[in-house]
């Protein structure tokens, strides 16, 4: 049950909002008791001041050694009410006069009053209080206690101290009721609040569980659906969104990984087709000269290297993709590198009876991976002269500008077409598929353009095809000049 997100969110929520009631309670009912409290000290305040004006001028019309007694009794006649105990006591802390000397009139309830004076603790508020001229404090007795105010005065040249008790039962009352009515309502407002809680997290989270059963049925077959936003301005719908983003990725790398197994498996299966064909020709019973057995091995023989050739590209491809391929740089002469490769490929120019042409450039020192520069170098070489006619030229520069070094590679064939241009670094992409096929000699799967794209980029370069016209093509190759990263993926 704990394992549902309602069911937590409804437990914190009751938890947190019963902590909160409880404080509250905890508040008001200090609140109340001190303001009753002083309410009371207020009351007694008062009740002493009339009390003193009703025993000074009953203490003028007396005479005789008992005359405070006397105008005592009379004032605390006059001013007793119910929960009151009035004490007079002298400078020596004997009675002079209280509440028990004076027998109940009316209402009152002489009685039940006058307990306390006896108390200990009225003895220690006694003592206390002739320490002060007015002093506030608490007298245990009767059901509640008493609150106890105590002021001094003097009466003919005497001082005396007037003490008056009043009852706290009322207001512990009134306090227990304020408790009893917490003690019922805050139960309440929890159970309540927690079924209220439940079914607003439960709508709350109702688009969330809706979300979760449409990503529940969104698989590989049906990757094209999305999650319905309801608003797309709150955090649900921006949830939504993020997911429904996702999915549009996954889904392009998915379709991307399905039409490169399915290209890849196509690429593969002609010279698949071709190697079997060959064999079975060769393997047939009719007897054969030696010539067309060496034919048909060398048909088999080609075959198998561009096999190879299509298989180390797609495995390039892979690790690139991946992210897995370990980049090995090393200090070197990017010139010397361009050298190089255009000796390796003179052959191949002679063959078709291009001149092959190397302009002269400075020392050009670079870190980079140099087996994967060479490659790069060598497939843009290699489409340079497979794409141009006999008799043609291709010239190759390489120079430093800024913090690149650009690489430039001039051919004069036919050029690509400008609406296929954009999609030449596209994997399997051949403008030509045929011509493509047919005059190369163990490649051409329309790998080696995004391959060496990803050369460039794995260096922090970039390769362009920066003209092709009907008078032939430039392919660039920029490649940064400083400190070199130490790996890269595709
Ligand atoms: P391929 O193995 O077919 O050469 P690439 O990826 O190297 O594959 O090239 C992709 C396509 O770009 C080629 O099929 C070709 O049509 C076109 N292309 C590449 N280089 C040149 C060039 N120098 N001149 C004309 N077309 C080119």
Redesign the pocket.
């Known amino acids: 049950m704990l394992d549902s997100v309602r069911v937590r969110l409804t437990l914190w929520y009751t938890a947190v909002l019963a902590l909160v009631l409880i404080v509250l309670a905890l508040i008001t009912y200090s609140i109340f008791w001190r303001s009753t409290l002083q309410r009371t000290d207020v009351n007694l305040s008062e009740l002493s001041e009339a009390f003193l004006t009703t025993l000074n001028a009953e203490a003028k019309d007396q005479s005789g050694p008992d005359s405070l007694k006397q105008a005592g009794r009379v004032a605390i006649n006059e001013h007793r009410f119910r929960d009151h105990v009035f004490a007079i006591f002298d400078d020596t802390g004997n009675m002079v006069v209280s509440s028990q000397d004076v027998p109940p009139a009316a209402a009152a309830n002489g009685s039940s009053v006058g307990g306390p004076l006896s108390s200990p603790s009225f003895q220690s508020f006694l003592d206390a209080s002739s320490r002060t001229d007015r002093l506030f404090g608490k007298v245990k007795g009767g059901e509640d206690g008493y609150r106890a105010f105590a002021r001094r005065f003097s009466s003919s040249g005497k001082t005396y101290t007037l003490v008056i008790l009043q009852s706290l039962h009322v207001q512990q009352e009134m306090l227990e009721e304020v408790t009893e009515t917490f003690a019922w309502v805050i139960p309440i407002a929890i159970v309540l609040a927690s079924v209220g809680g439940y079914f607003l997290a439960r709508k709350s989270l109702a688009p969330v569980v809706a979300m979760s059963s449409q990503a529940g049925r969104i698989g590989a077959a049906n990757l094209h659906e999305r999650l319905a936003v309801q608003n797309d301005r709150d955090e649900l719908g921006h949830l939504a969104q993020s997911f429904n983003s996702l999915l549009d990725r996954l889904s392009q790398s998915f379709e991307r990984q399905q039409r490169f197994m399915a290209d890849a498996s196509h690429e593969l299966r002609t010279p698949v087709a071709i190697l079997r064909g060959e064999a079975e020709v060769a393997l047939s019973h009719q007897a054969r000269s030696l010539e067309e057995y060496r034919e048909s091995l060398e048909v088999l023989h080609q075959e198998a290297a561009r096999l190879t050739h299509i298989v180390e590209d797609l495995f390039t491809l892979t690790r690139a993709d991946a992210g897995q391929y370990p980049l090995q740089p090393r200090d070197f002469y990017l010139d010397e590198l361009v050298g190089e490769c255009v000796h390796s490929a003179r052959t191949l120019a002679l063959a078709k009876k291009i001149s092959l042409n190397l302009e002269e450039s400075s020392e050009s020192p670079i870190h980079a991976d140099e087996s994967l520069l060479r490659r790069m170098i060598l497939?843009l070489l290699d489409?340079?002269i497979?794409?141009t006619p006999e008799g043609g030229r291709v010239t190759v520069a390489c120079n430093r500008v800024g913090d690149e070094y650009v690489l430039t590679i001039t051919?004069t064939?036919?050029?690509?077409p400008v609406e296929l241009q954009p999609r030449?670094f596209e994997r399997f992409?051949?403008?030509?598929k045929a011509r493509?096929r047919a005059e190369?000699d163990g490649?051409?799967?329309?790998?080696?353009?995004?391959i060496s794209r990803w050369i460039a980029e794995a260096h922090h370069g970039r390769l362009e095809l920066t003209r092709?016209d009907s008078v032939g093509?430039t392919?660039t190759a920029y490649l940064p000049t400083g400190p070199f990263p130490s790996a890269a993926g595709g």
């Open positions: 497939n489409n340079a497979k794409y051919d064939g036919g050029g690509i030449i992409f051949r403008a030509d493509s190369n490649g051409g799967a329309g790998l080696g353009l995004s092709s093509s392919f």
